[in-house]
């Protein structure tokens, strides 16, 4: 294997792997606290490129201007629908939680192909050129959305570790009941989880819109991967959800530029199968009854 | 209580009987008859994946055991031109065999952890039929599964007949619903029950849970694979997409929206959705929208299912008259 | 039938027993609710009408082909019925369109045309892509009713064994004659002389590498391979990384929709790559713009036909805006296959003799269409004349510009 190709392969499994985790840790955060299956998180991330395409595309407005504006977009329309759908679903069986975001992928998915149109979309991109890195061609794009990615999942980390929110929002995770003895305002902490973890998703829609293209129907393949990586990583964990995007990012990567596609998404399910095999809940997950 | 049960016993029957007149019903129109065996193939699917679920646990790879089921039926006949009623058996055992093998493995996950777990033994499944093209014929399938003959006892029938296999759909289907409420409705339902309450307490009284857990998901596997033979051998040919995640789903969403709790839950669900999803074919990009709000407000103001229905009607028609007296 | 009329003798013969019946009364109460929307107009009953069945996927990752493909039909059956009909034997009949979603799968698929061919007794369907038409061909061919259907490929199931299946669309093989020697003119040949092909892991793929590979031998290009990518791929990179080891003089890709071309082009080209790109199958340029921005160079669409040159497409497109407010190139190649249905029609006399018929529409010539001039050609290789062959549009992107840079009949071998 030369140098060269090692590079490259580093660098988009790197590349992928933040990106990925990005929809992940949306995903983690609401499985975690709310203890519920948010089977439709890849709609968020669906939706929020949608923002962008029409905020910078069509309106012609500034760019990361328009990230934001996408992000508190989908955090909104994510706490609504947490209040509606999914509260009066507390406490009960999960998999009411699970039909009724099934219900939702068909609604946003189907609802997305008649308002946005079938036709494949792209977002134009606002860096261009690159630079050649040990002999890898590395785009400035590509390097721009990397360090996003991972200064979001920075950010994400102190808010958890340092806020009176973000610690409210671990209680809840940890323990529903003493943290409300605790004087924690649950329903406040739902609410809140649920819009900032679909607004992930829509950020991380937004840079995987603009590198690649967007179409109403990509959001499944999101919600696959986010999935994949959350097991792996763990329900609730944000750490977990790092390093298993970047496991199938580098999966994904370097077996498909080695073999082939179709082996990489065998092997990246064979993975997480003996994963849950030997840890039953993921690699630093809580355990669940 | 007792003629609760008797009363359950009564519309069970009607059911039966009426599906069973139901090409006379229907004046043999092949479209309804068609609707019928699909009906049939989503409730044997559902109520073998509701098996699991009495045991708490939801299995997504089901489709992909069904898949294995139709997969063998079809080159049995294919390559030893073996008839269906051969190779439905073999179909169920191999699935069964499978089943048992990765089940082993499989029940050391737990709760939500599972569920992705047997998500990935389906997707492995589908995509192993899709990669070995040389014997699965790859993402391209395998064409002219043929329908079976039978020709005993001066009967004469061929199952390219709409009827005839709509007969055959009916009878195994009802076959594998009343094996499953024989299961359920003897002790070793009770022990699924009492695990799918409390693992820890089972384990407590002397109950072998991982040996329940197996045996349950081996059984249901063996009768989807049955109905991945008769899906095969019913629609002549089959391919890797066709056993992927979005039938377990499917088969997932009847059993929410009918019920979870009784036998009556997946049967109810599979039958209504089946139709509900035929009346609105004609609504083209608007069907899948509708689907979705079925879904959705069944389950937030019909909490329990379809099968709860009579029950809520009987309370409500107590209350009005206990208000007019 | 109307749905409401078919639901309510669902109620009447009991086909949902009473305790379903109860428990059901909420789904069902909306979706009667609904019906009544998606009933197409009812004819006039002193009128004679030819119904025409669509099992098309109009919902599903690929909503795009099927709405796309129901357009020309719903267009093409309004212009005809307003200039009176089909003329069959000195009578006017009018024509009258159904549609049911497939959502792109087999079973589905199946179910939707039972329901066109025993129910509403269409003897003519069309469809769109592979898993439809497979589902639909079980039922239509014993059942003698002709099948109009975009299908690459799957060659199992077409040809003499298939007499009423007509495949109008032309499929990368056919296409390959017509911009192969365009890009040999345009380049020049010795800068062509090695390929290497990209597509989906799927049988669309396979079937795609081999009109490929049958390509690349007819016109001595050395083929280096071919590389599969998911579906669910999202970066592209692993993908072409691979493909440009072995330093291809251009590259091939099919079916990839425009979005995937897209980022292979963007990917190619930002890892260096020079040679032109070919994608048979994308039959668009504004998402290829869009996404590859100033990488999007040399890429070359056949069957693309954005902006249109003659009257009969400037009408087309104008019709179609105004009646279904967008359009796209594919719903223009698709909208002539009714015409072609109409002028079989007429010149057989007969609507209901579907093998007249289908014989009529295998000798039908269409001068002036979206493509240019259309005939039904394949005699040699599947020994009956049911693939639509067409003037081959071809745009070219060139330094982020899309421009039409050639027209010409696909030069098919005499072998075909």
């Known amino acids: 294997m030369a140098l060269d190709e090692f590079t490259q392969m580093t660098l988009t499994g790197i590349n992928l792997g933040l990106m990925y985790a990005l929809i992940a840790i949306g995903l983690t955060l609401i499985f975690g606290i709310m203890r519920i299956i948010q089977y439709a998180h890849g709609e968020f991330y669906m939706l929020g490129a949608y923002v962008l395409y029409y905020w910078s595309s069509v309106l012609k407005l500034p760019y990361w201007l328009g990230i934001l504006v996408s992000a508190g977009t989908i955090f909104v329309i994510g706490a609504v629908l947490q209040l509606v759908l999914f509260r009066p679903l507390h406490g009960k069986n999960i998999l009411y939680s699970l039909a ?23 977002i134009p991109s606002v860096v261009t050129g690159g630079v050649s890195v040990l002999g890898a061609f590395y785009t400035y794009e590509r390097m721009v959305i990397s360090i996003f990615s991972a200064t979001l999942i920075l950010a994400l980390w102190f808010f958890l570790q340092r806020t009176t929110t973000g610690m409210a929002m671990r209680a809840v995770s940890e323990d529903p009941e003493v943290s409300s003895l605790q004087g924690i305002n649950t329903r406040r902490i739902h609410w809140i989880a649920f819009g900032l973890g679909s607004a992930l998703a829509a950020v991380a829609g937004c840079l995987m819109g603009t590198l690649l293209s967007i179409v109403p129907t990509m959001g499944f393949i999101a919600t696959v991967k986010a999935f994949m990586i959350v097991i792996l990583g763990g329900l609730g964990s944000v750490p977990g959800a790092l390093i298993g995007g970047l496991i199938i990012g580098f999966i994904d990567s370097f077996v498909t530029t080695l073999i082939s596609a179709d082996v990489a998404y065998i092997i990246g399910f064979v993975t997480i199968f003996v994963i849950l095999v030997f840890k039953p809940s993921g690699l630093f997950g809580q355990q669940w009854d | 209580m007792t003629e609760n049960t008797k009363m359950a016993t009564g ?11 139901l090409p006379v019903i229907c004046g043999y129109d092949k479209y309804i008859l068609h609707v019928g065996i699909t009906i049939a193939f989503n409730i044997a699917l559902a109520t073998s ?3 699991i679920w009495t045991l708490g646990f939801i299995s997504f790879a089901h489709a992909g055991f069904m898949g294995i089921g139709a997969y063998t039926s079809a080159l049995l006949f294919t390559s030893l031109g073996w008839s269906l009623w051969i190779n439905m058996w073999i179909a169920a055992a191999v699935a069964a065999l499978f089943a048992f093998v990765i089940s082993i493995p499989l029940m050391r996950t737990r709760a939500v952890y599972f569920f992705m777990a047997s998500w990935a033994v ?58 499953i409420h024989r299961i359920i409705r003897s002790r070793t339902g009770a022990i699924y029950w009492s695990i799918h309450e409390s693992e820890i307490l089972a384990q407590h009284v002397g109950i072998n849970v991982l040996k329940h857990k197996v045996i349950a998901f081996t059984t249901a596997c063996f009768f989807a694979g049955m109905t991945g033979a008769l899906y095969a051998h019913y629609h002549t040919y089959i391919n890797p997409k066709t056993f992927d995640i979005w039938q377990s789903e499917f088969s997932l969403v009847h059993i929410i929206v009918g019920g979870l709790s009784t036998l009556n839950g997946p049967v109810l669900g599979a039958t209504v959705l089946t139709i509900v999803d035929e009346l609105l074919r004609p609504a083209g990009w608007y069907r899948v929208i509708f689907f979705g709000v079925v879904i959705i407000l069944t389950v937030l103001f019909l909490p329990g299912g379809l099968e709860t229905v009579p029950a809520r009607v009987r309370a409500l028609v107590a209350r009005l008259r206990g208000r007019s007296d | 039938m109307t749905e409401l009329e078919k639901l309510k003798r669902m109620f009447e013969e009991g086909l949902i027993t009473r305790r379903t019946f109860l428990s059901t009364a909420s789904a069902l109460g909306l979706t009667a609710a609904i019906s009544p929307a998606f009933l197409s107009e009812p004819a006039n009953a002193d009128e004679k009408v030819i119904k025409i069945g669509g099992a098309v996927p109009l919902s599903g990752p690929v909503a795009y082909w099927g709405i796309s493909t129901m357009q020309g039909w719903v267009d093409g059956a309004a212009v005809i019925n ?37 129910q509403d007794g269409v003897k003519y369907v069309f469809s769109q892509a592979a898993a439809s038409t497979i589902g639909m061909l079980q039922i239509t061919e014993p059942a003698e009713v002709i099948s109009i259907v975009a299908c690459w490929g799957y060659l199992k199931i077409y040809g003499k064994d298939y007499p009423y299946h007509f495949r109008a669309e032309m499929s990368d093989y056919e296409q390959g004659y017509a911009y192969i020697p365009f890009m040999q003119e345009h380049y020049g040949k010795d800068k062509l002389q090695s390929a290497a092909f990209i597509g989906p892991d799927d049988q669309d793929g396979i079937d795609c590498h081999h009109s490929y590979q049958r390509l690349m031998e007819y016109y001595g290009i050395k083929d280096l391979g071919v590389e599969y990518f998911n579906w669910e791929d999202t970066d592209f990179y692993p993908i072409v990384t691979k493909t440009l080891k072995s330093n291809p003089d251009f590259i091939v890709t099919s079916p990839s929709p425009p979005g995937i071309t897209a980022s292979i082009v963007k990917a190619a080209r930002e890892m260096g790559y020079k040679g032109p790109i070919s994608s048979p199958a994308a039959s668009e340029t504004k998402t290829i713009l869009e996404v590859a921005g100033e990488y999007a160079h040399d890429v070359v669409l056949p069957v693309t036909c954005v902006e249109p040159v003659t009257d009969t497409q400037k009408a087309i497109k104008a019709r179609f805006i105004e009646r279904f407010g967008d359009f796209n190139a594919l719903a223009g190649n698709y909208s002539w296959w009714i015409y072609g249905l109409v002028a079989a029609l007429e010149k057989a006399g007969t609507y209901e003799d579907t093998k007249a018929v289908a014989d009529a529409l295998a000798e039908v010539v269409l001068e002036d269409t979206y493509v240019g001039k259309v005939t039904w050609e394949g005699q040699n290789s599947f020994g009956i004349r049911r693939q639509g062959v067409y003037d081959c549009y071809t745009t070219l992107i060139e330094n982020g510009k899309a421009r039409l840079a050639d027209v010409r009949y696909p030069e098919l071998p005499d072998s075909y």
Do not use: Q
């Not at chain 3, 009578?91 to 939707?112: F, P, Q």
């Open chain 3, 82 to 118: 307003e200039k009176g009909g089909v003329d069959i034997g000195g009578e006017k009949h009018k024509l009258e369109i159904i549609t049911y979603d497939t959502k792109g799968t087999v079973a589905d698929a199946r179910a939707a045309t039972t329901r066109l061919v025993e």
């Open chain 2, 11 to 21: 519309v069970w029957v009607a059911a039966v009987a009426f599906a069973f007149l």
């Open chain 1, 100 to 122: 009724v975001s099934m219900g939702l992928i068909f609604i946003i998915s189907s609802g997305g192909l008649l308002t946005f149109g079938t036709v494949v979309k792209g």
């Open chain 2, 122 to 179: 389906g997707e492995v499944i589908k995509r192993v039929f899709a990669y070995y093209r040389g014997i699965f014929g790859g993402w391209d399938g395998i064409f002219n599964i043929r329908p079976p003959k039978i020709d005993i006892f001066g009967l004469d029938i061929n199952f390219t007949s709409r009827v005839a296999y709509y007969y055959l759909a009916l009878v195994c289907c009802a076959l594998i619903v009343f094996a």
């Open chain 2, 49 to 51: 994946m509701w098996l």
